[in-house]
């Protein structure tokens, strides 16, 4: 039995082996986080710990320059309509 | 002129003040009108000339301000100058209504009264024209057309209000028609400045010889308006709308009392032309007006008779008017301007009555003088009861009314302080609003339950019983457990967290067809429990009830057809595919038959040297002890897994352990027939295989690094996935599994990555690994402290020799897992020591002893030098670093009971600094708090007794 091929029959269960992992999360309006992931659902709703968010403020005035704000969250509900993609973070 | 309007609207009775001019003398309330809307009398006559120069242009039926025209021009009768005459009250009635008798006035001396107290009041205007014009249009329109008054009104009402004169003068002459008005204004405008000229100069002289009274006049007044304001505002805006009306038909009267005034003075230039000056809207003229009320109540029954006369007078007058006009002074043309007939005299009878009444309160606490003052030769208009009503102006009216005489009542009632009558208003108010608000409360209760008893005795009993059988069986599940999963585990959690153990399923179940969810335990409230206790005896009933349909079912019918249109219950969620092979649990060899065979590894025996001898010894014994020793014969070097793999196997893993979770609920009852037990312990031990072999313990030790197990705790979710896997293990697996770990300690991410720890800054690493250790002290610790806890010493002997023998013991002892597993494991032979005295049968062999003795003295020649360096970096000072210290000087003193005396020195010397450091510093208390202090102590006398010693032993 390929254990990588094993339970994975749709998108989303790649998504499930994420749970209780450190995600990636990129969502609409130049934001990124990552966080632990506890929970998502179909509309990839997510619920995430320890969340540090990165938003991008473009600033179209001074030509186009990119500020970077960022906070922490310890837990947080991400509304599944503004997420663009979940990754593993990247490992180092 | 807004500036003006905004002071008007202040003044109480401003609008009746100026509704009595008009009737006194309808010429000089256009003088008054047109003075208040700012027009000096030469500003009139440029009006004019401008109203001309537009009729002009405008003349072939093009509309004037025709956004607010309100094509009344069209209703109009047009053309023939006879109207005038009619207007001019040269025909006798025109409407049905005309009663003369109402414009009448007082002849000469009521006249020349009148025009005294118009000179007397110079002052800027501060009354807005409103009820008392709104008579004179309506009897306007009323001659022009015949018509009722109301079609006037709401057309006039409809009317875009206006204020300012230069447009609006225009807009009102819609009603006539164009030439009609443009032939007078050519006229006018010749006319008038003639007239402007002499009024001045009448005006100068009686400006001056007044204005002593004025002066004191206007003391007055300032007093009685801080009064009014505050009566005024509430009427506002009701009296904003009616002045809009008013201004208009004041307008239009204005036009009329213009062409009357040319005639005049075409026949009689000797006679002065009426006051067309602002004289006449001072503050103080509304005074007079105020007090000429009073005095009219008084002289109506007179004036009533007085005015009749001059009623038929004027009609003679009228009729012989070329003739008459040489001796009618001006001041009878205010008489004669008032053709508006009965409708106007309504309005200003409706209009004083409330004037009247509002007024004879108010001055009451006026002196006598001040009224006196004014009341010298004041008109008087009577007042006549007997005109028909106006329904309009009636209701508009009788809201004043209501209004004022609201307001006065608090004003009387406010004898006292101001402050305290409206605390006492606003509690009043208040009381009042909290009981209404009640009533309307209770109110609709009743009519809600008065709504609903409609319904009453709709459904029998059993109609609802029926009702709620069909909603209970809604509520019945197959699995009532698992369909209230969520508040089964919440309130499992929540008992145990309050100390409360009873039942561990809130579910009602049926036999093994069913049950109810109850869903987390009610605290308090006594209405709920009740519900449910009710619930659960009706659906007693109701699944008792099918059970004995069921039965008599069975016993009647037909077998065969018995479940033809489907299975009502059963447990199909059972049927898991049959298992192909189904092997005996028992007679399976608990572990992999590589490992049955119990040579000594070669890769460790490579190892085995120097010191490390006994270490291995023991080792190989421990192993031994396990029967776990790894085979190298088919040993298959592999990658060790990705972490993508791990994961996978994880939720593998979690699915199974599930499932296994689930079956243990459903575990059957032991009194159940025996194929069913059978048939789940078969699924059970099913399950825990699968797991076994996805936990991966039997592969080989040195198939990869870090092994396929380690790897699946590499990860936060295996951590805390171990406790509920090794529930499941029977304790050989279990040992198996520890000895694995234990062999592959270091490879732990949580030994390898613990110098991470060690970094001063908060990076995301730290944090991480902080929490991957957090995990596996609290999960796998946990999931493996039972099985040491049953460990023999010979066991733990063994685990120790493996643990030296295969990890870097010195690194391992400078973590926290590290350290939490020394310690644990000689605890475990600490008591084990204890219980030796009074459990016989728990004497270890002496070979154990002695082999155990040789393992604490390996390790503790290993950590000797390093015993200092055990303690956790310094990252935070007070509590949180002595807390951090805590586990150490545990393992210190879990070190120091097993030592002998040689070791205590060793001991002792090592720590001897460290020990110094805390007691001085907890003793000084260098910027400590209490609770610093004292967990210093605490951590220092932790080890100090272990040797015998105390800290307060030690002289600083």
Redesign the interface.
Known sequence: MD??S???QEPF?LI???????VFVKLRGDREMTGILHAYDGHMNLILS?V?ETIMIVDEGAAGTVSVAKRKMDMLFVRGDGVILVS?PS?T | MSAVHGRVTQVTSGHNNCHQISRLAPSSSNALMSGFFGFDQPDLEKDKLKFAARNLQSNDGVLWGAETYDGLGDTLQEGGDELNDETFGDIGPVDKDFDFSNPKLPETENVQSYRQTVNQSPLPPQKAPTASSAAPLISLESIWDDKSPFSFRLNGAARAPSRDPATSTPRQSGIRTLQEIEAEMRAAAEQSREAAALQQRQQQLLLQQQQQQREEEDRYFRQRQQEQQEQEQEFQRQRLLYQHEQQQLQQLQRLQQQQLLQQREQQQHRTPPPRMLPVSQSPRFLEHQRQILLLQQQQEQQQLVRLQQLEEQLRVEELERQLRAQQISSQNLYERQQPSGPTLAEMEARHQQQLLQQQQMRQRSQSPAARNGHHNGQHNVPLQDNMPYLPQSIQLQQRLLNEIAQVDFFRDMQGLSQADQEALRMEAMRKILETEKMEEKRRRKAAKIAHMSRYNDLMTQSDKDFITRIQVSQLVSQDPYADDFYAQVYSAIARSRMGLGGEDERVLKFGSSGGVGLGAPIKGGNRRPNAMQRMQQQVERIVSNARKREEEKGLHAVHSLQGALGKTSGRSYKASPRQLLQVDPNSAPTSSPTLSNAQPHPHISKQDTGPHDAAAQAAKLGREALGTAADTADLVRRDPLTHREVLVTLETLYDLVMSIEQMKHDEPLPEEQGEEVEQWHQQFNALVEQIWAKLQVMTPLETSNPHPFISLLSVAKGKKLLPRVTRNLDSQRMFTLLTLLIAHFSQLDVIADAPLLETPEDTPGRDDVDRQTQAFLSSVMQSILPTIVKGELRLVAGLLGLLIDRNDTVAIARTKPGVALLTLLLTRVELIKQAMPEDNASIPSPEDAEHWQQMFDHLFDLLTPHFSRLFPTRLASGEAAESQDQPVWQFLAALALHATTQQHQVLVTSLREKVLENVVSAKKGWGMSEEEREAKLANVDLFLHALGLESSQIAV
Do not use: K, Q
């Open positions: 254990p990588l094993s339970g994975i269960d499930r082996l994420s749970l209780s992992e450190r320890d540090e593993p490992r």
